[in-house]
T-cell receptor, first 110, second 115 residues
Framework: DAKTTQPPSMDCAEGRAANLPCNHSTISGNEYVYWYRQIHSQGPQYIIHGLKNNETNEMASLIITEDRKSSTLILPHATLRDTAVYYCIVRDGLYGKLTFGQGTILTVHP | GAVVSQHPSWVICKSGTSVKIECRSLDFQATTMFWYRQFPKQSLMLMATSNEGSKATYEQGVEKDKFLINHASLTLSTLTVTSAHPEDSSFYIC???????????FGEGSRLTVL
């Protein structure tokens, strides 16, 4: 599976958009980009995934560059409850395993 | 929505004993389940892939005789930590792939403390 690189930590003000970057320069054609988050001592929570096109759901938007070598997760209006570790993962197809990197610790402050 | 449930949520045991953790998919069939381990302030580390009716596939460095995985049905996989030692204390998390959709759902995790 392709490896991902994320900044170790980011801060965001409450109510502002949080933009979390991810590099996956070795991604291959059938690999999807998934985003999960983990709040302390809980199981990871699914956020969004995409292959080529940008995606949006009730939680977030996912912007994937045209060459698919990087992506950005956007939380449009961050709240204090969005403070968590965010993982960007490249997955081989829709049935492959998920290999977690170190993730980004997002801290949303008042 | 689909839910993956783990039991127990937390367990404390004495060194040398064995502990079993269950992972159930509550409203969907899961042909594949994954087991992860997470130490404090670290990321999730994949331990093994469990397929219904067949032997689990372990990641490099994970002892298959110490971490016994059984996936006897489409809704249940179990992880048994045999002869547990304090260094096995960790947060164990399972996930399951929905048979029809490929969606991956995670359990709430099980915290094991070995005294």
């Amino acid at each position: 599976d392709a490896k991902t690189t994320q900044p170790p930590s980011m801060d965001c003000a409450e109510g502002r958009a949080a933009n979390l970057p991810c590099n996956h320069s070795t991604i291959s054609g059938n690999e999807y980009v998934y985003w999960y988050r983990q709040i302390h001592s809980q199981g990871p929570q699914y956020i969004i995934h995409g292959l080529k096109n940008n995606e949006t759901n009730e939680m977030a938007s996912l912007i994937i560059t045209e060459d698919r070598k990087s992506s950005t997760l956007i939380l449009p209006h961050a709240t204090l409850r969005d403070t968590a570790v965010y993982y960007c993962i490249v997955r081989d197809g829709l049935y492959g395993k998920l290999t977690f990197g170190q993730g980004t610790i997002l801290t949303v402050h008042p | 929505g689909a839910v993956v449930s783990q039991h127990p949520s937390w367990v404390i045991c004495k060194s040398g004993t064995s502990v079993k953790i269950e992972c159930r998919s509550l409203d969907f069939q899961a042909t594949t389940m994954f087991w992860y381990r997470q130490f404090p302030k670290q990321s999730l580390m994949l331990m093994a892939t469990s397929n219904e009716g067949s032997k689990a596939t372990y990641e490099q460095g994970v002892e298959k005789d110490k971490f016994l995985i059984n996936h006897a049905s489409l809704t249940l996989s179990t992880l048994t930590v045999t002869s547990a030692h304090p260094e096995d204390s960790s947060f164990y998390i399972c996930s399951a792939i929905g048979r029809s959709t490929g969606e991956l759902f995670f359990g709430e995790g099980s915290r094991l403390t070995v005294l």
